[in-house]
């Protein structure tokens, strides 16, 4: 016995092998076809559909609610659990997955998700296939730089469709082909955060929506572990059938109401939890931070244009509006920023400037009676849109042609158009008008928004509105009181030929004259500023509101047509108030408060002037070195350097999501495989490490596809590698002997054995790699078939352990033993 295994110690390598036939590379049993009812995987597919249907709902807000997002989203899920079928019956390995997914998104994507580039909406088109291709890279910046609702276009209607399709083919393939369903929740909770991220503040149906997706993961979970628990129990005991029918009834009736029990518990801490954890009224989202608005900052406030409207325009008109309600306002801006100096619209205020999505839906939040509104521009030029108070629908026709990049406040109404507004442009808007109910808004309190800071306002303005307000008890008393008392006492002049003298613009400087003056003399731009900087050191959230109309005694008020003109400019005060939103509010005194004629005075005769001689000479004050003009500069330059290098970051970190998302598991996969030879080469007894190099070839020839699923010796593993590589069967059959050999005889081998085997682990690699196709090569490198063999064997190996602890404290690891009396038995 011991020359037979000195003997088959010693390698052979021109022993005569035996002539066995080649045989193809087999695939393994497709799961479908394990025995389980195709019911069961139906019921798999159903709930998925339900779980990833419910995280697509997310996306409701951003896109309007508008149905076609649902078509898109759920379109993509039925295409991804097909893809992931077909994977699974015919066992397609990750490259094959990856193409057959990418045509499936291609061919079907154009009726989902482009169906306004497709042909006939739902065949394709070269737009809409460029859109689909360059979506994939583009749309979630794009998606994420447009102010909600962002329309049905492909640029946006990728992000949906892709990300549903993805996560579908992810957890089919997981809940089909792991024997385990909680990695199959992964991508539906992947799906669920992608819709919150690249959402918008608004929750959609929180409570309801978290509380599906509790109820029906557990259930479905439970259902799968149930199901498992049967396989496995039926395995075990396959000639030993239970007897005892009552008690297995019994124990099954306690495991549904178990699991029932569960998940009414999941279910009503869900609802209970919801309400508290969405009550808060910020959310931050990503389109909060990727992408800044406009700087407004550069453009010049509306308001310092109000007199020459006044005095140069008076006559020009500025543009037609048709269908304007009676007393119906048109308004350029709503302003809360001051500085001392003007009054203009901050970009950080209640809601930020963003380019518009879909033009012909932007507000879902007014109530009133909507009309229909055009606007022909004429002698009006800047780059605020002249719009109304809640613009439902836009569509804008530019007199270039293209139509310009629209911006939205749509907090303030405030719409603007950086390319600027010209002669012949023209638009068309369904808009709302909003009434007060006086009953509701004598009884509200004032709104709870986000307004700027205001700076440098003079200390007159405090000291005249808290002797305005007096004794006032209400939030609307507090504001009529200011309104009333700059309406009964002031005086209205703009400062026109034939007029009383007044100072244009409404800085510290003309305010404080304003309220500290003999008479309060000034028009609309004064009046208005003044009463929202009394309101706002109170505390009452007020701004100004620019726009044009006509007086309520103008014959043409409420004509279907009207032509507003220079003189018809006006500023008021808007006051916000809970539950009702933006209230105006009127200054100004009528035009005929004139002010009173100057009294006479004596002349009197001027002393005779003498010169002075010329003040001694200065010198100049020694500024400190941090307010030097270079230092400052060189920050502020430094501050703005860091803020475009963070933006641009940012934008890159966006566009790479998808991405990452793609290469994250290959190179996951090509990382563990690295470490794992790693390990078989360096850890261990020289013994494992020969070992370790054994399995490394099983390893490359399980990714390459030959079926070595199934337990053997070396010698038999080697034949089957022979019939599936036959170019590397001499190489192959030495390693298998030497393995044998060296873990099987006396003694350790030495550093320069284990260098050598290595080496033609590495041959036989080569050759078999070399066996097959370019693609077939590539796929075998990112395919996890090898690593989820070995997880399997691990699984077995720790199962036997807990099974015969005695056996598993005998020296050697369970395979060893069963490979060493297989081959004593064959020697």
């Not at 989203?73 to 659990?81: M, N, Y």
């Not at 009964?488 to 244009?504: I, V």
């Not at 002010?595 to 002075?612: G, M, R, Y």
Request: charged letters at 20%; glycine letters at 10%.
């Amino acid at each position: 016995m011991s020359a037979r295994r000195s003997a088959a110690a010693q390698p052979q390598p021109n022993r005569p092998q035996p002539n066995l036939p080649r045989t193809s590379v087999r695939r393994a049993p497709s799961p479908f076809a394990g025995g389980r009812a195709t019911w069961h995987f139906l019921l798999d597919g159903a709930v998925l559909l339900v779980l990833l249907g419910i995280a697509v709902l997310g996306f409701g807000p951003t896109f309007g609610h508008d149905l076609r997002y649902l078509v898109a989203g759920f379109g993509a899920i039925v295409l991804g659990l097909g893809v992931a079928a077909a994977g699974v019956r015919w066992r397609l390995g990750l490259i094959t997955m990856v193409g057959l997914g990418f045509v499936v998104y291609m061919l079907f994507g154009s009726a989902l998700a482009a169906s306004n580039e497709a042909i006939l909406g739902i065949i394709p088109s070269l737009a809409s296939l460029r859109g689909l291709l360059l979506g994939i890279m583009l749309s979630w910046k794009q998606l994420l730089t447009l102010a909600p609702p962002v329309g049905i276009g492909v640029e946006v209607m990728v992000v949906p469709y892709l990300s549903a399709f993805v996560c579908a083919v992810v957890a089919g393939t997981l809940a089909w082909r792991l024997r385990s369903a909680y990695w199959a929740m992964l991508p539906v909770l992947v799906l669920f955060v992608t819709a919150i991220l690249f959402g918008t503040a608004e929750v959609f149906l929180p409570v309801l929506r978290g509380s599906l997706l509790s109820v029906g993961a557990i259930g479905w979970l439970a259902y799968r572990q149930e199901l498992l628990r049967r396989e496995t129990a039926v395995a075990i005991s396959a000639n030993q059938p239970v007897q005892d029918a009552a008690g297995a009834r019994t124990s099954l009736l306690r495991r549904i109401g178990l699991a029932a029990g569960v998940i009414a518990i999941a279910g009503a801490v869900t609802m209970g939890a919801a309400p508290a954890l969405t009550t808060s009224s910020s959310r931050e989202v990503l389109r909060d931070t990727v992408i800044p608005p406009p700087e407004l900052h550069e453009l010049p406030s509306p308001l310092t244009k109000f007199r020459d409207y006044v005095k140069n325009e008076k006559d020009t008109v500025l543009f037609d509006v048709q269908g304007l309600p009676k007393n119906g306002r048109v308004r350029v801006a709503a302003m809360d920023n001051y500085d001392g100096v003007v009054f203009n619209v901050d970009p950080n205020s209640s809601a930020s400037f963003a380019p518009i999505g879909d033009p012909k839906s932007l507000n879902h939040g007014g109530t009133g009676t909507g009309a229909d509104v055009g606007l022909v521009i004429d002698g009006y030029a800047g780059v605020w849109i002249p719009s109304l108070s809640v613009p439902l629908s836009l569509r804008y026709t530019s007199a270039q042609g293209a139509t310009p990049t629209l911006y939205l406040n749509k907090e303030s109404g405030t719409a603007l158009n950086l390319s600027g507004v010209a002669k012949g442009d023209s638009y068309s808007m369904e808009a709302e008008f909003p009434g007060v109910d006086a009953n509701k808004l004598a009884g509200s309190g004032f709104g709870s928004v986000r307004l700027p800071t205001l700076e440098n306002v003079p200390p007159v303005v405090g000291t005249k509105a808290n002797d305005i307000i007096g004794e006032a008890d209400t939030p609307l008393k507090k504001v009529q009181a200011l309104e009333g008392a700059l309406q009964r006492e002031g005086k209205f002049s703009n400062g026109l030929d034939g007029q009383t003298p007044s100072n244009s613009g409404h800085s510290a400087a003309r305010i404080t004259k304003l309220l500290s003056g003999k008479e309060m003399v000034g028009d609309d731009e004064q009046y208005a500023s003044a009463m929202v900087l009394m309101a706002r050191h109170l505390g009452i959230p007020a701004r100004v509101v620019m726009g044009f109309y006509l007086d309520e005694k103008d014959p043409n008020n409420g004509a279907s047509t009207v032509q507003l003109k220079g003189s018809d400019v006006h500023a008021w005060v808007e006051v916000n108030f809970a539950g009702l939103g933006w209230v105006p509010f009127n200054p100004t005194p009528d035009k005929d408060h004139v002010p009173s004629p100057p009294e006479p005075q004596n002349a009197s005769k001027p002393k005779p002037q003498v010169l002075q001689p010329p003040p001694p000479p200065q010198e100049p004050a020694d500024l400190p070195p941090d307010s030097a003009p270079d230092a400052l500069d060189t920050d502020g330059k430094k501050n703005n350097q860091d803020e475009m290098f963070g933006a641009i970051l940012m934008v890159i970190g966006v566009a790479a999501i998808p991405v990452a998302v793609i290469a994250l598991p290959l190179i996951l996969i090509v990382a563990l495989k690295t470490r794992r030879r790693k390990r078989r080469h360096r850890a261990g007894l020289p013994t494992d490490r020969l070992g370790g190099g054994w399995s490394e070839v099983l390893s490359v020839a399980t990714d390459l596809g030959a079926p070595l699923e199934g337990k053997g010796t070396r010698r038999e593993m080697a034949v089957l590698l022979h019939g599936a590589f036959p170019e590397s069967q001499a190489t192959n059959a030495l390693l298998a002997e030497r393995a044998d050999a060296a873990i099987f005889g006396p003694g350790q081998p030495s550093e320069d054995d284990v260098a050598t085997y290595w080496q033609n682990v590495e041959q036989s690699v080569n050759t078999m790699s070399g066996s097959v196709g370019f693609w077939k090569r590539q796929r075998a490198k990112f395919s996890p078939r090898s690593l989820m063999a070995d997880a399997k064997a691990r699984a077995r190996n720790k199962a036997r352990a807990r099974s015969d602890p005695a056996e598993d404290a005998t020296p050697g690891s369970g395979a060893q033993r069963s490979a060493l009396a297989r081959w004593m038995k064959k020697s």
